[in-house]
């Protein structure tokens, strides 16, 4: 499977926009499934009305990402905000090759001191879905800094675990070095995907990545460019990983 990781450069622009240029850079690649960051369409920016931009999981924009989908014959991971009724939750949809909806995950720890807090209600748990024999977790941004998170992602069976994040400027040592470790110790694939550049005065670090079960950086973005890259993701590497380091049968005995 050809996985590929979308780090979006995209201040001030339209969410028709911004689905423009991340058609642009997916097509003729040949992925099976692509990641896109935290809230997308809109961009991560405090002064933004997300009352006013929230649509449901098959609103308008997912309407338009269902059709890229089909266009180019990949799976499609987003950060989007989303209405349910009166609430508003930070979620992230999964949009299958033929534009089915498989699941969406509802962000269940806002970033600290974040406009989020008050902005977004929380979601429940880990989300899962099955692509085949690939079974896919979805987090979202500061949920992968805790290790339950990506504990409960492998010990739910995940090969591949998706992050959109909004990552800021001032916290590189989370892409660099936590969301590798994560990896390491559940044995897992981890796609991590930021923003770049300024948005509504917040500066975000960038460096997208995928990393691999053995905890190694297969590719990564550049910090505050945009970019995509994809790798040829193998999940024999998972099971040699995992019993290599078995970590998941012994954390039970701690």
């Known amino acids: 499977m050809k996985l590929g990781v979308y780090q979006c450069k995209a201040a001030g622009l339209t969410?028709?926009?911004?689905?423009?240029?991340?058609?642009?850079?997916?097509?003729?690649?040949?992925?099976?499934?692509?990641?896109?960051?935290?809230?997308?369409?809109?961009?991560?920016?405090?002064?933004?009305?997300?009352?006013?931009?929230?649509?449901?999981?098959?609103?308008?924009?997912?309407?338009?990402m269902a059709g890229l989908a089909r266009k180019h014959d990949t799976t499609i991971a987003y950060g989007y905000p989303e209405r349910a009724g009166d609430s508003l939750y930070n979620s992230a949809a999964l949009l299958d090759a033929s534009?089915?909806?498989?699941?969406?995950?509802?962000?269940?720890?806002?970033?600290?001191?974040?406009?989020?807090?008050?902005?977004?209600?929380?979601?429940?748990?880990?989300?899962?879905?099955?692509?085949?024999?690939?079974?896919?977790?979805?987090?979202?941004?500061?949920?992968?800094?805790?290790?339950?998170?990506?504990?409960?992602?492998?010990?739910?069976?995940?090969?591949?675990?998706?992050?959109?994040?909004a990552l800021g400027a001032d916290w590189g040592v989370v892409a660099e070095k936590m969301v590798p470790t994560r990896a390491l110790e559940n044995g897992v694939w981890l796609a991590y995907a930021d923003h770049a550049g300024e948005d509504g005065g917040l500066a975000f670090y960038g460096g997208s990545r995928i990393v691999a079960p053995d905890g190694q950086d297969v590719a990564v973005v550049g910090p505050g460019r945009e970019g995509l890259v994809s790798v040829e993701m193998d999940l024999t590497r998972v099971v040699a990983a995992q019993a290599r380091l078995p970590y998941l049968k012994n954390c039970v005995e701690l």
Not at 46 to 52: E, M, R, S, T, V
Not at 128 to 155: H, K, M, N, T
């Open 15 to 64: 969410a028709e926009e911004r689905l423009a240029r991340l058609e642009r850079h997916i097509a003729g690649q040949g992925l099976d499934l692509v990641l896109c960051p935290e809230l997308f369409p809109t961009g991560y920016n405090p002064a933004l009305d997300y009352h006013a931009l929230a649509e449901s999981p098959d609103g308008p924009f997912a309407e338009s």
């Open 99 to 165: 534009g089915t909806l498989l699941a969406n995950h509802r962000k269940r720890l806002p970033s600290p001191q974040s406009f989020e807090v008050t902005t977004f209600a929380k979601g429940p748990s880990v989300t899962f879905a099955d692509l085949g024999d690939l079974r896919v977790a979805i987090i979202i941004c500061y949920e992968v800094e805790f290790p339950e998170s990506l504990r409960q992602a492998a010990q739910g069976g995940a090969h591949l675990v998706l992050v959109p994040t």
